[in-house]
């Protein structure tokens, strides 16, 4: 959820550039029986870059290659899965599930009919050994009184990662909740972003994003829904 905050829709330029701010996120729940069937979660909102380096809020990394039409970037980020068995009262007796540190890159492609990025990352905490990769689909729309970006794409988990966050260990099996190792799973998404100047240095951003899962995912006895739809709202100043 918090990843759609990365890369958001401000178009930022070759020089140096600071915005900070706050907003807020909201998502439906994917495992079962959790307290609540929406999450909400207040946060800090940080963009900043110069000609080398980049912050896009949980995520910071090096442009590698920063040209007009093509952008490739190195990256860490901070995972956003995982849960604790307390979360619901279906996962007790679940280990922890730990969020991971990622590491990856990805490149960026813009032509005059819309974008192509690809991007993927691997575990550099020894969490779950895994990996993604996503391949997605952009249109910015651009007018003077807002930026609009959609987009669409997927999403390839490895089964280590799938089998992490979803799967049912032997020793966590019981009768109402079968142990399950699930493989690699591919699910696809749409997107929009948003980006509304309200003053000189004033912007609100935000947008929505709905993924649909494989079966792999969607098949996990812990799991509730086959889809995941998250939202976020939030307002920044620019700095710099």
Known sequence: MILLWAGGAQAFDDGRKLSIGFGGAA?????????????????????????RFFVEGIKAGVKVINMEQCRLDVFIARGINGYEASDSP?????????EAIEAGARITYWSPVGGIKLSGSLDASDTYNGGE?????LMPIRTRRFTLVPSAGSTWRSGKQVDYYYGVRENEATDFRKAYKPEADVSGFVAMEFDVPLTANLNMVGGVKAEYFGDEIHNSPIVNEDYIVAGHLGVVVTLL
């Open 27 to 51: 998502s439906s729940r994917l495992y079962k029986d959790l307290e609540n069937d929406k999450r909400y979660l207040p946060m800090p909102l940080i963009f900043g870059e110069d000609r």
């Open 133 to 137: 990769a996503t391949l997605a689909y």
């Open 90 to 98: 279906y996962l007790e007796g679940m280990a922890e599930r730990k």
